[in-house]
């Protein structure tokens, strides 16, 4: 029986930002969230161009390496909006995405400090490591992986896309079970909401749309002063095609939207 995934996604500016620097997207083959570098210029523009370019013609049925080749193109298109418009130094994005291979495998890209987590059979699991100066301190023992959360200088990542021949990524293969729930989110969520209250959330909604809005939700509840996205998808056995083309949320629901090929 084919595998697809029914995924769904939530995306809120929050009461303190003017812009919503996060995009995501949602289909039947894969998601991803990325997240604007804070501070840096026009992060909703990077974040919704690599999305759109990443998407452009169907971004499903690749292996590991074709995957790799299409995050390079896209990255290559955010430093072709920097050579136009050089007041564009500096935009980068983080990224972090499942897709569906090929071969029937789950593929896991990421870079920076947007997450992904997994739901299975009751257990919910962080599936990535946070590109950032805080979990450097955690990795080197310097503090306890509890500290982070709050620390003042938890929003320094150390790796993000914006356009350079050394950007890195991480693609792994994972194996796509039925009934895995996966969560893909911005640290607007993370930062402001305990990995604990997320599970509980993810684990009691009945579908993926109510993940996610409930996610969003206590975020802002929480008081949360960036913007929160969160995607969640759920592994199905379908062959149903429907609802193949992706669905744009956050800055990627205002920036290039007419420009997609789905075909």
């Not at 029937?104 to 059979?121: C, I, K, P, Q």
């Amino acid at each position: 029986m084919p595998i697809r995934l029914n995924a769904a996604a939530v995306s809120d500016a929050g009461s303190h930002r003017p812009t919503n620097q996060d995009a995501a997207f949602a289909a039947s083959w894969g998601a991803a969230v990325a997240d604007g570098v804070g501070g840096g210029p026009s992060g909703d523009l990077a974040s919704a161009a690599l999305l759109h370019r990443l998407v452009a013609t169907r971004g499903g049925g690749m292996d590991a390496d074709g995957l790799l080749v299409r995050i390079r193109e896209a990255n290559w298109d955010i430093r072709a909006h920097v050579e136009r418009d050089p007041a564009l130094q500096g935009m980068a994005t983080t990224f972090t995405g499942i897709f569906l291979s090929v071969s029937g495998e789950l593929l896991l890209a990421h870079t920076g400090d947007s997450r992904a987590y997994l739901l299975r059979d009751g257990e919910f699991t962080r599936e990535t490591r946070d590109d950032s100066y805080v979990q450097a301190l955690v990795d080197h023992g310097i503090i306890p992986p509890e500290a982070a959360q709050a620390h003042p200088r938890r929003n320094i990542i150390t790796a993000s896309l914006g356009g350079a021949e050394g950007d890195v990524v991480s693609v792994a293969e994972r194996p796509p079970v039925t009934g895995d729930r996966w969560v893909l989110c911005s640290d607007g969520l993370t930062d402001y909401v305990p990995e604990a209250d997320v599970a509980r959330l993810v684990a009691e909604a009945v579908d993926p749309r109510s993940a996610a809005a409930a996610a969003v939700a206590l975020a802002l509840e929480a008081g949360t002063r960036d913007n929160v996205t969160v995607v969640v998808c759920d592994v199905v056995d379908d062959d149903e095609t429907a609802g193949t083309d992706p669905v744009f949320f956050g800055s990627a629901a205002r920036w290039f939207a007419e420009d997609v090929e789905t075909a």
